[in-house]
């Protein structure tokens, strides 16, 4: 039973180019939450999603990020013509909404790092 | 506003030293959950510890202990007997149910432990 799988680990982009960051949610998990954490920082809450539905998105910048969690497949980051300051982990967790206890509450990926060049 | 508090940047211990991490929080809700995460320096997120509001007891996992004051909006972690593996960040998070679950976390404490 895989965990929640995030790829790419490392990216690396110019100013301007567009950064796409995947999240495979556990198996059995409906939800997916995103966030971001900058170096020697804690963890900003960006958007929280079930498939094909956005729940929350109050952390997400108003401009050139969006994410979605499409019916088939993972659920998707996009930071469209990034800056310098996009540069951080980009962390994806899952969640099964029903029967959480404990542990299994939010499992957590290994985090994106992206790299704005 | 919903909000979680850690107010020590970074402490150091030294081994073998019990240790208690203060988190408090900020909510409305009457309904949440009160998490403890660890990341090492390798960067990944370890679950260590989770309180619901209703659960009239501490919480406790081997080493690790959540000192739960409900009235004193408070979530403190006791780590028994540190270990030089200890020394990581560590983040308090809270689960707000009754905002369609929404998790927010806090700005973590730096725990050095000193052999």
């Known amino acids: 039973n895989a965990g929640v799988m995030q790829n790419p680990r490392h990216l690396v982009r110019r100013r301007g180019q567009e950064a796409r960051l995947r999240c495979s949610p556990m198996?059995?998990?409906?939800?997916v939450y995103w966030y971001r954490q900058l170096p020697e920082e804690g963890l900003k809450f960006m958007v929280y999603?079930?498939?094909?539905?956005?729940?929350?998105e109050s952390g997400m910048p108003k401009e050139r990020f969006s994410a979605e969690f499409p019916k088939e497949g993972p659920s998707i980051l996009r930071i469209q013509q990034v800056v310098r300051g996009d540069s951080a982990a980009y962390f994806c967790?899952?969640?099964?909404?029903?029967?959480?206890?404990?542990?299994?509450?939010?499992?957590f990926g290994a985090g994106s790092r992206l790299t704005v060049l | 506003a919903q909000k979680i508090t850690q107010t020590q940047p970074g402490m150091f211990v030294q081994e073998k030293e019990a240790v208690t991490l203060d988190c408090t929080y900020d909510t409305s809700d009457q309904s949440y959950g009160l998490f403890w995460y660890k990341q090492p320096s390798s960067g990944e997120m370890i679950f260590l510890i989770y309180?619901?509001?209703?659960?009239?007891q501490n919480a406790t996992e081997g080493r690790y202990s959540l000192n739960f004051q409900k009235a004193r909006k408070s979530a403190n972690l006791v780590i028994s007997a540190s270990q030089l593996g200890d020394s990581a960040m560590y983040f308090c998070a809270m689960l707000m149910e009754g905002r369609d679950d929404k998790i927010i976390f806090g700005k973590g404490t730096r725990l050095h432990i000193l052999p």
């Open positions: 198996k059995g998990h409906s939800h």
């Open positions: 967790a899952s969640s099964p909404r029903q029967g959480r206890s404990g542990a299994n509450v939010l499992t």
């Open positions: 309180q619901g509001s209703y659960d009239e």
């Open positions: 999603l079930q498939k094909e539905n956005i729940i929350d």
